[in-house]
């Protein structure tokens, strides 16, 4: 398996306060990793820092083969083509109806003819699954689980190799959030994409991801198949994963 | 067949072999379908798909030989696939699973009269959230006199320095610049008769009657009314209106009245001070153009400007506050939960406030005709 993110020795200094000390780890093609910790442990500085919005102090971030900040401008904007982002509000562009913020990455970064480039944008529209007729609306318009989808049908514009997803089921009834899981597992399969999101959602890391990665005090302190990394003896992890049981109805059966 | 197309058609005993050769990718899409688009395909439908070939595909490659051959009548469920891997025929699944759900409806851009209504309907949409707001205003105004103590007078004073005194500035320039204009342009005309003293009424009557209540009218709209749209509205994508109406107060009473009283009490004064300002540009003029001195420029003054015109043109600018804070404050309310929708109603007050100045100037002329 060839590897596609390779992350080292990453230190961030952010206010003052050291961030991460010397975080790593790989994700291999095809694979979804989920990025957890607790809040403020710098899992979307890290994404960030991964996509090229955001400088570490120290260490180096190689993706798809490039060393991301020894890149110059125009060579990260062309490694920026090749990977797909979607941000944790979808950051759609608000005057723009969900055909058209599809639309902006094509138009900008391929010669294509616009009624190819119409036939390129209802594809993503409908991979992302929404509904064609969604095309014509404003972000404005559209329910949280239809920004998400819309987001990542522009995500995909450009048939990227990899994606990162800042925690794409925050806001999400369960329901919407494990039909977007279901989704992501479905495009990552079929696409060949390789995935590393942040998440707060348990079910999304049993239900999703290959391999999860835990950061806490700058550090990883577990990397592994979520069944191994909820096994680890660590304080913050076993009462992460517990609340995850008692949740479940596991632990004391407050659900039954 | 000798050609290194990307695709070979072949006959063979059973029917048709379309064989993909090499980049099947976004990055060759256009050439892709340039070099699709001038090929016949059989009749007959019966159609091997080969994918051995190739050497890559993704969605949109795919999408486009799928999309080629369904137009040109052969469907995809009637496609064999060979020669190829496991991913790729995942990725046929998806695709041809997503493009075979059914188009939609084409949406037919409106004809003359059908946008027309739509504009006319959307402007109708506007009255009762105008009627909603004045409504509003009015029972916060009487609220106000029979309950002066609930006033928000710390929020009044804020918008009172930045209506008020934060525009002194640009009113004391743009004012005396106006008054050495007029005066300079009045008295070239006057200096060929001879009749240098009539500056004096010229200036001082369009100064004090028209250029400075409008001039300032136009300032407090473009400044302060735009302001007013765009925080009431920033607010109202923030959900901050909601949060004040859900602690029990009335956003109204609490954004609404501070910033009208603010803007009526600052236009007169800054419309007063913009008559200063502007009969001093024009006495600079007169002093060093038409030798008239500060003096007899002021004696003059005293005796053509009836004080009567000074507050005439005073009391037009409480009504030009009052209709620049309206539509300010109503366009601020009636902003969506979107960006665009914030510089959109900023740039619909300017514009509105600008109208309404000029019609309600248009009434004060014509009720009031004589200097």
Known sequence: MTTVLEVDGIQTRLAGQQLHDGVGFKIAKGEIVALIGGSGTGKTVLLRECIGLLRPQAGRIRLLGEDVWALSPDDLNALRRRFGVLFQEGALFSSLTVAENVEAPLREHTGLAEALRDEVVDLKIRLAGLPPEAAFKRPAELSGGMKKRAALARALALEPEMLFLDEPTSGLDPISARAFDNLLRTLCDSLGLTALLTTHDLDTLWGLVDRVVVLHDGKVIADGPVHEVARVDHDWIRSYFSAHMKEKGDGNGIRG | ?371
């Not at chain 2, 099947?24 to 070939?53: F, I, K, Q, T, Y």
């Not at chain 2, 939609?104 to 004809?111: D, E, H, L, W």
């Not at chain 2, 008054?179 to 060929?192: H, N, P, R, T």
């Open chain 2, 1 to 371: 067949m000798t050609d290194a197309g990307p695709f070979v058609l072949e006959r063979t005993a059973t029917g048709w072999l379309l064989r993909l050769l090499g980049d099947w990718r976004m990055v060759n899409l256009a050439a892709l379908d340039h070099a699709l688009a001038g090929h016949a395909w059989p009749e007959d439908g019966h159609l091997s798909l080969d994918g051995s070939a190739l050497t890559g595909l993704d969605s949109a490659g795919l999408m486009l030989i799928h999309n080629r051959l369904k137009s040109a009548g052969i469907a995809w469920p009637a496609i064999e696939l060979a020669g190829f891997d496991n991913e790729r025929l995942a990725l046929i699944r998806l695709v041809a699973d997503r493009l075979d759900a059914p188009a939609p409806a084409v949406v037919v851009p409106p004809g003359f009269v059908a946008a027309l209504g739509h504009r006319v309907s959307r402007a109708a949409a506007e009255v009762p959230g105008l009627l909603t707001l004045l409504g509003q205003i009015s029972e916060g105004v009487v609220d106000l006199v029979r309950r002066p103590s609930g006033f928000r007078m710390r929020e009044f004073f804020v918008q009172l320095q930045a209506v008020g005194l934060g525009a002194l500035p640009i009113v004391a320039m743009m004012t005396f610049l106006i008054g050495v204009v007029f005066a300079y342009l009045l008295g070239i005309q006057i200096e060929k008769y001879g009749a240098n003293i009539f500056i004096v009424d010229g200036v001082s009557l369009a100064i004090a009657r028209e250029l400075s209540p409008m001039l300032v009218a136009i300032l407090v709209a473009g400044r302060s009314g735009a302001a007013f749209t765009a925080q009431i509205g920033a607010m109202k994508v923030t959900e901050e209106i909601d949060a004040i109406a859900t602690l029990g107060l009335s956003p109204v009473k609490v954004l609404v009245l501070p910033r009208l009283l603010a803007i009526v009490v600052a236009m007169p004064l800054l419309a007063f001070f913009g008559d200063l300002v502007g009969v001093l540009g024009a006495a600079t003029v007169a002093a060093s153009q038409l030798d008239i001195t500060f003096n007899t420029f002021f004696i003059r003054m005293r005796d053509v400007l009836p004080f009567s015109t000074v507050t005439f043109g005073l009391s037009k600018t409480p009504a030009f506050a009052v209709a620049i804070a309206f539509i300010a404050c109503r366009n601020g309310f009636a902003v969506s939960r979107d960006a665009r929708s914030v510089g959109e109603r900023t740039t619909a007050t300017v514009v509105t406030s600008l109208m309404a100045v000029i019609l309600i100037n248009a009434f004060y002329a014509i009720v009031h005709p004589e200097l």
